[in-house]
């Protein structure tokens, strides 16, 4: 018997993940460490791309000086976020967030 997904939301927000995780748990994404002085990675998908959560990843909510805003969200374990627009205006992309059952 599958289990079905909760709830789906979405976001206009930022491309990237902040990531506690090592790049090795994310297979088939592009995960770099911005520097040595960091204690994040940062998951940079592809147009398209789905980042299946580990837990505790996270877009950072921004406003950019022409006032758009990007939202903020974050991944539990076992969400599912999935790019499905981008190329949008202040570099924006829209993703769909399917929410795992919580115990």
Avoid: C
């Avoid at 927000?13 to 460490?33: D, I, M, W």
């Avoid at 980042?51 to 950019?64: H, M, N, P, S």
């Amino acid at each position: 018997m599958s289990e079905s997904r909760s709830l789906s939301e979405r976001y206009r927000s930022g491309r990237n993940f902040l990531t506690p995780h090592p790049a090795e748990a994310y297979p088939g994404l592009r995960v770099v460490k911005p520097g040595p002085q960091w204690s994040a990675s940062l998951i940079v998908p592809a147009d398209g791309q789905t980042v299946i959560g580990r837990g505790g990843e996270r877009v950072l909510a921004y406003v950019t000086p022409a006032g758009v805003r990007a939202a903020a969200f974050e991944l539990g374990a076992g969400d599912q976020a999935r790019m499905v627009e981008w190329d949008l205006p202040a570099s924006l992309v829209e993703w769909e967030v399917a929410r795992a059952p919580r115990a």
